[in-house]
């Protein structure tokens, strides 16, 4: 069974970066393959509170990329037993504090950001700490865009979230300027990128994050012999951020895109995962 599991998780991983839109397919082999199954079953075994820090400052608002598979891994991990809290700043965490549990955290820098997070992790205990496609702090304690551009005003800090944890760490990431980034700094020396330094126990890498988030559901769903990835519309989920004013990270623009991709591709990723992890995919729920 082990090898079966862990056969599954490399696949799972190689489809991931199939693409290789933003040159992840480099970085994967500095992972340690099955990088997937360990981080699912952490989340699966989780039966506590999950944080999920997400929200990438795009002008005056936030992007679709991170948001949406932060809603999915929200409604799986709810489904499996967890209490998932999604953390986040401003205009995002004001967006979203009608539907789900939210901590709002502040934005940009300030000097009681170790606080904040210690305040946080004190109070609600989180069993694991995630974070997909979150900005991560560069060497010299910025925050860039995929532009180079300094966003750092426009960013709140939820990597001392993850330093402070005393529980597993989890990150997704598409680029090498997320939150977890610093697992593989020697592999994105390659990339016209300014890579972030933060660090976690566990990385995913997909072309674009949403999608790892999706991998991790998948592999979640195998072990618990439930296709969680059917429970989830990214389509109707893509609407209901774009009603609340997301921008699609490369476009910039309102529409029902994901890093500039349409969203028949992510349907198609989702898809193939779901084959991947041997569920029924003749019809949408099992």
Same mark, same amino acid.
């Given at each position: 069974? +082990?090898?079966?599991?862990?056969?599954?998780? $490399?696949?799972?991983?190689?489809?991931?970066?199939?693409?290789?839109?933003? &040159?992840?397919?480099? $970085?994967?082999?500095?992972?340690?393959?099955?990088?997937?199954?360990? #981080?699912?079953?952490?989340? /699966?075994?989780?039966? @506590?509170?999950?944080?999920?820090?997400? &929200? /990438?400052?795009?002008?005056?608002?936030?992007?679709?990329?991170?948001? !949406?598979?932060?809603?999915?891994?929200?409604?799986?991990?709810?489904?499996? &037993?967890?209490?998932?809290?999604?953390?986040?700043?401003?205009?995002?965490?004001?967006?979203?504090?009608?539907?789900?549990? %939210?901590?709002? %955290?502040?934005?940009?820098?300030?000097?009681?950001?170790?606080?904040?997070?210690?305040?946080?992790?004190?109070?609600?205990?989180?069993?694991?700490?995630?974070?997909?496609?979150?900005?991560?702090?560069?060497?010299?304690?910025?925050?860039?865009?995929?532009?180079?551009?300094?966003?750092?005003?426009?960013?709140?800090?939820?990597?001392?979230?993850?330093?402070?944890?005393?529980?597993? +760490?989890? #990150?997704?990431?598409?680029? @090498?300027?997320?939150?977890?980034? &610093?697992?593989?700094?020697?592999?994105?020396?390659?990339?016209? %990128?300014?890579?972030?330094?933060?660090?976690?126990?566990?990385?995913?890498?997909?072309?674009?994050?949403?999608?790892? @988030?999706?991998?991790?559901?998948?592999?979640?769903?195998? !072990?618990?012999?439930?296709?969680?990835?059917?429970? /989830? =519309?990214?389509?109707?989920?893509?609407?209901?951020?774009?009603?609340?004013?997301?921008?699609?990270?490369?476009?910039?623009?309102?529409?029902?895109?994901?890093?500039?991709?349409?969203?028949?591709?992510?349907?198609?990723?989702?898809?193939?995962?779901?084959?991947?992890?041997?569920? =029924?995919?003749?019809?949408? +729920?099992?």
């Amino acid at each position: 069974m +082990t090898d079966i599991l862990e056969s599954m998780s $490399v696949a799972l991983e190689n489809a991931l970066v199939a693409r290789n839109l933003r &040159g992840m397919a480099s $970085v994967q082999p500095s992972l340690k393959p099955g990088y997937c199954l360990r #981080a699912a079953k952490v989340l /699966f075994s989780a039966k @506590g509170v999950v944080l999920i820090g997400t &929200g /990438f400052p795009v002008t005056d608002t936030f992007e679709t990329d991170g948001p !949406l598979g932060a809603i999915a891994l929200y409604q799986a991990l709810e489904a499996v &037993g967890s209490t998932p809290y999604i953390v986040c700043g401003a205009p995002l965490s004001k967006a979203l504090r009608e539907d789900y549990r %939210i901590v709002e %955290i502040e934005v940009g820098k300030h000097a009681y950001q170790a606080q904040e997070a210690k305040a946080v992790l004190d109070d609600l205990m989180p069993s694991v700490v995630l974070s997909i496609e979150r900005p991560g702090q560069a060497a010299d304690g910025n925050y860039y865009n995929m532009r180079g551009e300094d966003i750092s005003a426009r960013t709140a800090c939820y990597d001392t979230f993850m330093k402070q944890a005393r529980c597993p +760490t989890i #990150a997704i990431g598409d680029g @090498g300027n997320e939150i977890g980034m &610093g697992n593989v700094t020697s592999a994105l020396k390659s990339l016209d %990128i300014v890579s972030a330094t933060t660090t976690c126990d566990e990385l995913i890498v997909a072309d674009v994050s949403n999608w790892g @988030g999706y991998g991790l559901i998948a592999m979640m769903g195998y !072990l618990d012999n439930r296709d969680l990835l059917a429970e /989830f =519309d990214p389509i109707v989920t893509l609407e209901y951020l774009s009603k609340l004013g997301s921008v699609d990270g490369v476009t910039r623009l309102n529409q029902l895109t994901e890093d500039g991709l349409d969203s028949s591709v992510g349907d198609s990723v989702i898809l193939e995962l779901r084959k991947l992890t041997g569920f =029924d995919v003749s019809s949408k +729920t099992e």
